[in-house]
């Protein structure tokens, strides 16, 4: 990143709205209010003042807010210049802090300089574009709880845990000719099992906040006429697919957003698998098989007057293998059958009708089991891959350490590793790379 720089770009969503802002960070900003303002605005202050062109036409009246450094976002100084949100406004106030000194921010920058001036640790940024992009209400309450700083708590508790056994264990080091049982005397064992118990509640939370975040892929398969579009219609709760009774209708991958207890669902309707001498339901039929890859659940329709033939049993073959699958048997209304739920030799089979509804809460309740949903609430935090990875990588230390205990050179390097992958988290070891790939992520002006 560019610095000590000054940085300027519209901060609101692109389009006309009742009110804009361009955001400015860096230490041209009292040069800039003094020259678009007039003046420097008292600190921390919303004062209401035009906004001025260079010969002194008006470009607009609005709020401006100084924050001064290091109390401010960035922990540089600040100026929101807040006025109406008309694009071509937004865009001449823009143009105008950068002729004053100002250059256009790149995505993320703002963040990540909050950052790099230690206003914020790593997990806390990625949160803040986890809030903006919160598609459920559970989601945003698990991102702001990961925002305020709550799940880095958790974090630097545990670091701090590893760090005492740490020193403990490598002082042990330097006394090696003590005929003394370091180990049974500083209870390592037992602050190792209190560290692990702490690490498996943030795991969970961390694995409940990812379904948040990235919700479930799912693809309903099956023949055609076998009901995948009315399911999908259903559960979406709007004609999302056309449906008719002619086979082949769908020709295409649908896809729509739902969610099932704040819980994101990618619905994918495809088209109906069989043989086919129509060229357009081919390429669609081939771009089914192409969803089924990127899924993680697969809905195996049958008609449940019919049941599972040679034919549904041929497309169970052709799944990729990580797939889960689940036989959905449709239009029990016309088979004049119960909704029900059955495990039987490892399958699971759902009995419902996407017509009337019948069975449906079946469906949702056990989509939701099937990922390892629980329960919102407290606890859980908006995570994304990276901290998964870095908490199982713990864990895999952890459980080395309880195999070295008796060999302190190996138990203290596994405490190290386990340190650094937390920190990893939080971005107290965190290389480069990393950082500009998280923050290019980021929309401008955040």
């Not at 109406?84 to 950068?98: D, E, K, N």
């Not at 207890?261 to 192409?290: S, Y």
Request: proline share 2%; hydrophobic share 45%; glycine share 8%.
């Amino acid at each position: 990143m560019r610095e000590p720089d000054t940085i300027a770009a519209i901060a609101t969503a692109a389009g006309s709205g009742g009110i804009g802002v361009v955001r400015v960070s860096g230490p041209a900003c009292q040069q800039i209010a003094q020259q678009v303002l007039g003046g420097l605005p008292l600190a921390r202050h919303a004062t209401y003042l035009p906004f001025l062109e260079a010969d002194g036409r008006l470009i607009d009246r609005g709020i401006a807010i100084y924050y001064a450094a290091p109390h401010s976002y960035t922990g540089e100084d600040v100026l929101e210049l807040q006025g109406h949100g008309g694009t071509a406004v937004m865009q001449l106030l823009l143009v105008r802090c950068i002729e004053l000194g100002a250059r256009q921010a790149e995505p993320g920058e703002f963040t990540r300089r909050a950052y790099l001036h230690d206003k914020i640790d790593l997990a806390q940024a990625e949160a803040v574009a986890d809030v903006i992009s919160a598609a459920t209400a559970e989601a945003a309450r698990s991102a702001v709880r990961s925002l305020t700083g709550e799940f880095s708590q958790r974090i630097h508790a545990m670091r701090d845990q590893l760090i005492d056994l740490r020193m403990y264990v490598e002082a042990c080091l330097d006394f090696p000719e003590e005929d003394i049982d370091f180990i049974s005397q500083g209870r390592v064992a037992e602050k190792l099992i209190a560290i692990d118990a702490e690490l498996s509640k943030v795991f969970a939370g961390a694995r409940q906040g990812s379904l948040l975040r990235e919700g479930i892929q799912i693809v309903l398969i099956g023949q055609p006429n076998v009901g995948k579009s009315s399911l999908m219609n259903r559960l979406a709760g709007e004609e999302v697919s056309i449906v008719t009774s002619i086979a082949g209708t769908t020709r295409d991958v649908l896809k729509s957003v739902i969610q099932i207890n704040g819980v994101p669902l990618h619905i994918m309707d495809t088209a109906g698998l069989r043989e086919t001498d129509d060229e357009i339901e081919r390429h669609g039929i081939a771009r089914t098989w192409k969803a089924a890859e990127s899924a993680q659940v697969a809905l195996i329709l049958v008609d449940a007057d019919h049941g599972i033939t040679l034919a549904e049993k041929t497309l169970l073959e052709r799944l990729p293998q990580a797939i889960k699958c689940v036989w959905v048997h449709n239009k029990i209304d016309l088979a004049r059958t119960q909704a029900k739920f059955v495990e039987h030799s490892g399958e699971t089979h759902l009995h419902l009708s996407a017509k009337t509804g019948e069975g449906m809460d079946l469906l949702r309740d056990y989509l939701l089991r099937l990922v390892g949903w629980q329960s919102s609430g407290e606890g859980v935090y908006m995570a994304r891959e990276r901290h998964l990875s870095a908490l199982a990588q713990v864990a895999a230390c952890l459980q080395q350490a309880f195999i070295t205990l008796n060999q302190p050179e190996l138990l203290a390097e596994e405490l190290r590793q386990a340190q650094e992958s937390l920190n990893e988290i939080t971005g107290e070891f965190t290389n480069e790379d990393l950082l500009g790939e998280i923050f290019s992520r980021f929309c401008i002006g955040k």
